[in-house]
T-cell receptor
Framework: EPEVTQTPSHQVTQMGQEVILRCVPI?????FYWYRQILGQKVEFLVS????????KSEIFDDQFSVERPDGSNFTLKIRSTKLEDSAMYFC????????????FGAGTRLSVL | QKEVEQNSGPLSVPEGAIASLNCTYSDRGSQSFFWYRQYSGKSPELIMFIYSNGDKEDGRFTAQLNKASQYVSLLIRDSQPSDSATYLC????????????FGSGTRLQVQP
């Protein structure tokens, strides 16, 4: 069964360092998303991506964040200068269409900023 | 501001019982509704989706939607200890932000 793949599963970094979280969406899906979940809190939307550009972004997705689809399979989230409060689980999701279409989630990357 | 509300629980039920999980949401705009299961430290896993008023059944799971009252529920019949997890209600509104808005989740404990 097709699945969304995320790497690494756990990333430890020092405050102020750049991190890149990687995702391989399901191959025929067209819409890609990043969500995050701080420990004990809700899953929160960060950004959606379609047709090689950002569709929408939340208030959390400030200038420190960027997304890219560098090739036909990978979808990346970059945090330029990590802060302690960026520590969270980051989930990538993809869907075939938007709207009434199911978003499938990857296993997540746990980001720990020290 | 579109909000999704869930009772955080824990909801404790004995094995074999019916577990009933509820979710309310703000804004009556056109929506799609999803129930995800999340085990501790893991990612959300889709259990059910429902788009129209009424009931939708899939195995031991039934999703119920009442748009007039702005609530959606998930019933789990013959609950098993393996059903113990946090159940996330998520809403996708067709207007405004086109992404899932999640509730905080209800933790379900099924006692053997």
């Amino acid at each position: 069964e097709p699945e969304v793949t995320q790497t690494p599963s756990h990333q430890v970094t020092q405050m102020g360092q750049e991190v890149i979280l990687r995702c391989v969406p399901i191959s025929n899906h067209l819409y890609f998303y990043w969500y995050r979940q701080i420990l004990g809190q809700k899953v929160e939307f960060l950004v959606s991506f379609y047709n090689n550009e950002i569709s929408e972004k939340s208030e959390i997705f400030d200038d420190q964040f960027s997304v890219e689809r560098p090739d036909g399979s990978n979808f990346t989230l970059k945090i330029r200068s990590t802060k302690l409060e960026d520590s969270a689980m980051y989930f990538c999701a993809s869907s075939l269409r938007t709207g009434k279409n199911i978003q499938y989630f990857g296993a997540g990357t746990r980001l720990s900023v020290l | 501001q579109k909000e999704v509300e869930q009772n955080s629980g824990p909801l404790s039920v004995p094995e074999g019982a019916i577990a009933s999980l509820n979710c309310t949401y703000s804004d009556r705009g056109s929506q799609s509704f999803f129930w995800y299961r999340q085990y501790s430290g893991k990612s959300p896993e889709l259990i059910m989706f429902i788009y129209s008023n009424g009931d939708k059944e899939d195995g031991r799971f039934t999703a119920q939607l009442n748009k007039a009252s702005q609530y959606v529920s998930l019933l789990i019949r013959d609950s098993q200890p393996s059903d113990s997890a946090t159940y996330l209600c998520a809403v996708f509104w067709d207007t405004g932000r086109r992404a899932l808005t999640f509730g905080s989740g209800t933790r379900l404990q099924v006692q053997p």
